[in-house]
């Protein structure tokens, strides 16, 4: 089974916008309400009984049951009789909504992350359809709950032999946008290392060096406009708060954040397609990129996504056909591709790699980025043949059969 996410921007008429706002709001409140509920619960037992607060404290049954998306479902079920907003609603969307935040909890518990957050208005900006009707789509038109049909810019026609099983609307700063699930009962085979080599080193000074000497350029997508959004939130906090004039001040801010994050991700894929058009099998390191985004430069490690760009060239590679594969990231900048020997650590101002053994020389993330394929290699079972000095960067390794 094959699933994939298609997204275009729909065109919403002025009575569809309105009732998706609508139901935006109401998918907040409950959230809201929700989270109020599991949030008191929690606060109920989180003292001794023989040490309560002298101010306040949350009284609740010592019998009551601790809210789950099962228990609220079925009190949003009980609501909906009685509420007209709840009703008007979607029920299926509104239950999305618990699942959310049934998944952020569990996100708490499991991963570490923080406490679920009250969303104050216009922070809720998506609604999802976990079904949709009978050939829901027609044309460039889609027919979404609540609505009925939608014209939507069809950028790529939809695949054939995949069906939409469920969209997820979604209120950006430049419009509405739908996000197709398309499914297809297709089984697709894993690919076989195969081809050129290639490894890859990530960096601050350059946002990629390649096994084949090549380095691109880190832009800087944040940090070039970030002169230019400090004005405008300069002009958001001179404005009246709830007013129109706050309310285009602050659509200003919203569009000037998606057009760096279209931006990044625009780059990331070009760089992606960039680096399958040169080989057969991509290495890159599995880096730990939360402890990069704590440190001296979390600014601009933030600003270069990494995260996201490995991810979107993982999923760039499987798409066409291309080997990829994470490997240990302990030493490779400590390593002689060359000879093998351990250079020991070297400071973030030298640039330069000098093996004293060897006497082999290149630039410091390239020689990296070739100790990553070597351990790409060895991991998919090929040995490397080191070809000595006096040759090429690109040509210091090359492949043998098989093991």
Same mark, same amino acid.
């Given at each position: 089974?094959?699933?994939?996410?298609?997204?275009?921007?729909?065109?919403?008429?002025?009575?569809?916008?309105?009732?998706?706002? @609508?139901?935006?709001?109401?998918?907040?409140?409950?959230?809201? $309400?929700?989270?109020?509920?599991?949030?008191?619960?929690?606060?109920?037992?989180?003292? /001794?009984?023989? @040490?309560?607060?002298?101010?306040?404290?949350?009284?609740?049954?010592?019998?009551?049951?601790?809210?789950?998306?099962?228990?609220?479902?079925?009190?949003?079920?009980?609501?909906?009789?009685?509420?007209?907003?709840?009703?008007?609603?979607?029920?299926?969307?509104?239950?999305?909504?618990?699942?959310?935040?049934?998944?952020? $909890?569990?996100?708490?518990?499991?991963?570490?992350?923080? $406490?679920?957050?009250?969303? #104050?208005? %216009?922070?809720? /900006?998506?609604?999802?359809?976990?079904?949709?009707?009978?050939?829901?789509?027609?044309?460039?038109?889609?027919?979404?709950?609540?609505?009925?049909?939608?014209?939507?810019? +069809?950028?790529?026609?939809?695949?054939?032999?995949?069906?939409?099983?469920?969209?997820?609307?979604? #209120?950006? @700063?430049?419009?509405?946008?739908?996000?197709?699930?398309?499914?297809?009962?297709?089984?697709?085979?894993?690919?076989?290392?195969?081809?050129?080599?290639? %490894?890859?080193?990530?960096? +601050?000074?350059? $946002?990629?060096?390649?096994?084949?000497?090549?380095?691109?350029? /880190?832009?800087?997508?944040?940090?070039?406009?970030?002169?230019?959004?400090?004005?405008?939130?300069?002009?958001?906090?001179?404005?009246? +708060?709830?007013?129109?004039?706050?309310? #285009?001040?602050?659509?200003?801010?919203?569009?000037?954040?998606?057009?760096?994050?279209?931006?990044?991700?625009?780059?990331?894929?070009?760089?992606?397609?960039?680096?399958?058009?040169?080989?057969?099998?991509?290495?890159?390191?599995?880096?730990?990129?939360?402890?990069?985004?704590?440190?001296?430069?979390?600014?601009?490690?933030?600003?270069?996504?990494?995260?996201?760009?490995?991810?979107?060239?993982?999923?760039?590679?499987? #798409? /066409?056909?291309?080997?990829?594969?994470?490997?240990?990231?302990?030493?490779?900048?400590?390593?002689?591709?060359?000879?093998?020997?351990?250079?020991?650590?070297?400071?973030?101002?030298?640039?330069?790699?000098?093996?004293?053994?060897? %006497?082999?020389?290149?630039?410091?993330?390239?020689? @990296?980025?070739?100790?990553?394929?070597?351990?790409?290699?060895?991991?998919?079972?090929?040995?490397?043949?080191?070809?000595?000095? %006096?040759?090429?960067?690109?040509?210091?390794?090359?492949?043998?059969?098989?093991?």
């Amino acid at each position: 089974m094959l699933n994939l996410t298609y997204i275009y921007r729909l065109k919403l008429l002025q009575q569809q916008s309105q009732t998706y706002d @609508a139901w935006l709001e109401t998918s907040r409140r409950v959230w809201n $309400f929700a989270l109020a509920e599991r949030k008191d619960w929690y606060n109920s037992r989180s003292c /001794r009984i023989d @040490a309560c607060s002298l101010k306040s404290e949350y009284i609740i049954p010592a019998d009551a049951p601790r809210p789950t998306f099962a228990s609220q479902c079925k009190a949003l079920t009980q609501a909906r009789k009685t509420n007209p907003n709840l009703n008007t609603a979607h029920s299926q969307m509104l239950q999305q909504v618990l699942r959310r935040l049934e998944k952020a $909890f569990v996100g708490m518990w499991e991963s570490g992350r923080g $406490f679920p957050r009250f969303k #104050k208005q %216009g922070r809720m /900006r998506s609604l999802l359809f976990p079904q949709l009707g009978v050939n829901p789509i027609l044309g460039s038109k889609v027919k979404l709950p609540g609505v009925g049909w939608v014209k939507m810019q +069809l950028s790529r026609p939809i695949p054939d032999g995949f069906v939409a099983k469920q969209a997820q609307v979604v #209120k950006k @700063a430049s419009g509405w946008y739908v996000m197709l699930t398309l499914q297809a009962n297709i089984d697709v085979p894993s690919f076989a290392p195969h081809g050129q080599p290639i %490894g890859i080193d990530l960096g +601050l000074k350059s $946002f990629l060096a390649t096994s084949t000497g090549e380095q691109i350029a /880190r832009p800087r997508f944040f940090v070039d406009l970030q002169r230019k959004l400090k004005l405008l939130q300069k002009r958001v906090s001179h404005k009246k +708060l709830g007013s129109n004039n706050w309310r #285009k001040a602050q659509q200003k801010v919203s569009r000037l954040h998606e057009h760096i994050h279209d931006t990044r991700a625009y780059f990331h894929f070009k760089l992606a397609h960039r680096l399958c058009d040169q080989g057969g099998m991509i290495f890159a390191e599995d880096l730990n990129f939360k402890a990069w985004a704590k440190g001296m430069f979390s600014k601009h490690t933030l600003d270069a996504g990494f995260g996201e760009f490995l991810s979107i060239l993982e999923w760039v590679c499987w #798409k /066409r056909g291309v080997y990829f594969a994470k490997v240990n990231p302990n030493g490779t900048s400590q390593t002689c591709p060359n000879c093998n020997h351990h250079t020991g650590k070297k400071d973030l101002n030298q640039r330069i790699h000098l093996c004293g053994e060897c %006497g082999f020389q290149t630039d410091r993330d390239v020689a @990296a980025a070739m100790v990553v394929m070597q351990r790409g290699l060895a991991a998919v079972g090929h040995t490397v043949k080191m070809l000595g000095e %006096g040759l090429s960067n690109s040509s210091l390794l090359t492949q043998e059969s098989p093991v």
